[in-house]
């Protein structure tokens, strides 16, 4: 009788998950049942690596799992063609995503497509040019702030630099998302970014561990306890940021609240939130707290890897240094001030370089998207009932779109536009299409802004050839990835 139970079984589910016509061949290790499923279990080092060779379009099963969840099998593609096809065809993120709605809820990251059109629109303008122009003064500051603690590190030993962008980043987005005092930033800086930390790696252990992806074995792990703690302590920490925000605001004049770029005076995200709730009923209070969650999980983490690579890379590359030394010198005359927004786009090589480590070293390396309909792609079918993964890493790596030398760190490629891809979407680090990143402006700004009042100061040296990463939803140097500091002055 059982034998003739899992017979019906294996049946159902071999004709559920049998490659339908037009659909792309299986990523090899394909076991029956468990489909890619095994593979995903193990060192996050190694999943980094198998993503980083994973081919231009094919087929991961997830299995069993994948199965019961309602998403059959994966799609892995890396056509830029293919990718905004998908990423605009299909505007919901798939289950996986969900890992970590308890945290973002309705913010934008993880929101339903209906509810994200409207928000989007709405948060649009607290990233405009125009706020984040107001933005730069406090930037300035931070940076000058992160200056100052890396010159206990001149002459020292190699050191780990990412643990001083995150403060720095934090620092920022605290400032200018949420408006916080520095008395109130030292709870952001150590609490709330070790516990995002945590559960960030709590949901990637989830990920990888595919019975966990069912909610029924998950509310019955360690790993569901650990997640309830740490989100009640973000809950907690976030409360009391907004609560204490709602009151100064109700007790400011409203001369001291409006922004003035010229005086350094800016409107932080939060203010904008609370506005929109009280003149349009907009958010929830949850919603608010769920969109900030988002705005600076989103952005430190993001931020700071990617200001560590370009370290690291300048770090190894003594020549691309200083370049930039010589433009900063032209372009802000040896001159101890704030990097203004008329410095910022004459500091042409200095993007050059942010970009190119951008393009080798993508800190989001992929993206999903639930597949809701049929999506005809260029030579394949992608089935509904899906997820498809979109390989930013394997675009940005691509030598039939960056040539022979794609491997290489070549800065110089972004000066000439003859040097560059012609394909519209060969660089896409924010993401594709109508859900890509609405902090990317805010990032440029922040990086240019700090690099250059670091390499002002101090010259670094590093060896990005020893760095190793790990996946952790972003990629992050886990080894080899220590500098030393000199100082220039
Ligand atoms: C190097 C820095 C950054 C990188 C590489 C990056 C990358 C990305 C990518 C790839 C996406 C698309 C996610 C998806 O489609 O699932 C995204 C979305 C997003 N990012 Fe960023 N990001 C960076 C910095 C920031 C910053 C500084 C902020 C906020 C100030 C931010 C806020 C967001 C938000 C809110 C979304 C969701 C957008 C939407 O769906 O409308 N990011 N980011």
């Not at 970014?193 to 019975?211: I, P």
């Not at 109508?434 to 990032?443: A, D, E, P, Q, V």
Request: glycine share 4%; with cysteine; aromatic share 10%.
């Amino acid at each position: 009788m059982f034998t003739v139970f899992l017979c019906v079984v294996v049946f159902i589910l071999w004709s559920w998950l049998k490659p339908r016509h037009g659909s792309p061949p299986l990523i090899p290790g394909y076991l029956p049942l468990i489909g890619n499923s095994h593979q995903l279990i193990g060192d996050r080092k190694y999943l980094w690596k198998r993503s980083q060779k994973t081919g231009v379009i094919c087929r991961e099963m997830g299995g069993v799992a994948a199965f019961l969840v309602g998403s059959y099998s994966y799609y892995v593609i890396s056509d830029p063609d293919d990718c905004l096809m998908v990423s605009n065809t299909c505007l919901d993120k798939p289950y996986a995503y969900n890992f970590s709605k308890r945290l973002m809820g309705n913010g934008l990251i993880t929101s339903e497509a209906s509810l994200w059109k409207i928000h989007r629109k709405l948060l649009n303008p607290a990233f405009s040019q125009q706020m984040l122009t107001a933005f730069l003064h406090e930037i300035n500051i931070q940076a000058r702030s992160l200056v100052s603690q890396l010159s206990s590190k001149v002459g020292e030993e190699p050191f780990d630099v990412r643990p001083h962008f995150v403060k720095f980043t934090l620092s920022t987005v605290s400032r200018t998302s949420l408006g916080l005092s520095a008395e109130d930033q030292t709870i952001i800086n150590n609490e709330y970014a070790e516990t995002v930390e945590e559960l960030f790696a709590v949901f990637c252990s989830r990920f990888q561990k595919v019975w966990l992806h069912l909610t029924w074995f998950y509310n019955m792990s360690d790993l569901k306890q650990k997640e309830d703690q740490l989100l009640k302590t973000l809950r907690e920490i976030m409360d009391y940021v907004i609560n204490k925000r709602k009151t100064e605001l109700k007790v400011k004049e409203e001369s001291e609240i409006t922004y003035d770029p010229n005086s350094g005076k800016f409107k932080p995200a939060l203010d904008h939130l609370l506005n929109l709730a009280e003149e349009q009923d907009a958010f929830t209070d949850d919603e608010i707290r769920e969109h900030l969650d988002t705005i600076v999980a989103a952005s430190y983490d993001t931020t700071s890897s990617a200001l560590t690579y370009t370290l690291i890379l300048l770090g190894s590359h003594l020549e691309v240094q200083q370049r930039i030394v010589d433009e900063l010198q032209e372009v802000l005359k040896n001159r101890d001030v704030d990097v203004s927004k008329d410095d910022l786009p004459k500091l042409v090589y200095l993007e050059a370089v942010i970009k190119e480590s951008l393009r080798l070293y993508s800190v989001v390396p992929f993206i999903a998207r639930k597949i809701d309909t049929h999506v005809k792609l260029k030579n394949y079918t992608l089935q509904p009932g899906t997820t498809c993964m979109i390989l930013m890493h394997s675009i940005h790596r691509d030598t039939k779109l960056w040539g022979a030398d794609a491997d290489l760190f070549k800065p110089e490629r972004w000066l000439d536009p003859e040097t560059l891809p012609t394909h519209p979407n060969s660089f896409v680090p924010f993401g594709f299409g109508k859900r890509h990143c609405i902090g990317k402006l805010y990032t440029m700004f922040v990086m240019k802004t700090a690099l250059a009042h670091i390499l002002q100061r101090f010259s670094v040296s590093g060896n990005i050839d020893n760095v190793v990463t790990e996946y952790d939803i972003v990629l992050k140097p886990v080894l080899g990835h220590h500098i030393t500091l000199s100082s220039r002055i």
